[in-house]
Antibody, heavy 121, light 109 residues
Framework: QVQLQESGPGLVKPSETLSLSCAVS?????????WAWIRQPPGKGLEWIGS???????YYNPSLNSRLTMSVDTSKNQFSLNLTSVTAADTAVYYC??????????????WGQGTLVTVPS | EIVLTQSPGTLSLSPGERATLSCRAS???????LAWYQQKPGQAPRLLIY???SRATDIPDRFSGSGSGTDFTLTISRLEPEDFAVYYC??????????FGQGTKLEIK
């Protein structure tokens, strides 16, 4: 069973860059899945951030596109998120997930436990 | 952008009762692109249903999904104590690729 584990700072200052990594265990990131980030502000709903394939091909939420970069490190079996110029509105639990996209089906099959990132106002 | 609206916002029921949760889309959604998740406090969401009606691995058969076009439903036939949680629908489409509903909280009456 695939395992995903987010890591990164829990506190980021306004205007700085939020950087998170997701380590994938018991499954190769070089498989036919996308790898995604999803966030959830405290007490609110879910927002898809972006998805990346092991080749580096990525697609982002247009609302974050200008500040977002995702990357993959196949040697470490992990993928990462960089979000620049953060504000308090970026405070959320950030989840990484394995995204199925084959056979006309698209959904998030497995999720990490999530990591809370706080940007003070 | 396809907006998903879930109703009701909160549903109060007792164990053993039947729960019906609605997800309405602002535009037609291909059935294979509609999924449902369950989230308990302090936990990550868990995939319940994909492709409108297919249960994910290890999901009990009391959970079922149905619908088409703009109207989709998650039904829990007989509520167990562990089913009280927040439920989200999700669709895959055009920009942004994925959107979620705002959630329905299923609480114990």
């Amino acid at each position: 069973q695939v395992q995903l584990q987010e890591s990164g700072p829990g506190l980021v200052k306004p205007s700085e860059t939020l950087s998170l990594s997701c380590a994938v265990s018991d499954y190769s990131i070089n498989s036919n899945y996308y790898w995604a980030w999803i966030r959830q502000p405290p007490g609110k709903g879910l927002e898809w951030i972006g998805s990346i394939y092991h080749s580096g091909s990525a697609y982002y939420n247009p609302s974050l596109n200008s500040r977002l970069t995702m990357s993959v490190d196949t040697s470490k079996n992990q993928f990462s998120l960089n979000l620049t110029s953060v504000t308090a509105a970026d405070t959320a639990v950030y989840y990484c997930a394995r995204e199925r996209f084959m056979s006309g089906l698209n959904y998030f099959e497995n999720w990490g436990q999530g990591t809370l990132v706080t940007v003070p106002s | 952008e396809i907006v998903l609206t879930q109703s009701p916002g909160t549903l109060s029921l007792s164990p053993g009762e039947r729960a019906t949760l609605s997800c309405r889309a602002s535009q037609s959604v291909r059935s294979s692109y509609l999924a449902w998740y369950q989230q308990k406090p302090g936990q990550a969401p868990r995939l319940l249903i994909y492709g409108t009606s297919s249960r994910a691995t290890d999901i009990p058969d009391r959970f079922s999904g149905s619908g088409s076009g703009t109207d989709f439903t998650l039904t829990i036939s007989r509520l167990e104590p562990e089913d009280f949680a927040v439920y989200y629908c999700q669709q895959y489409g055009t920009s942004p690729r994925y959107t979620f509903g705002q959630g329905t909280k299923l609480e114990i009456k």
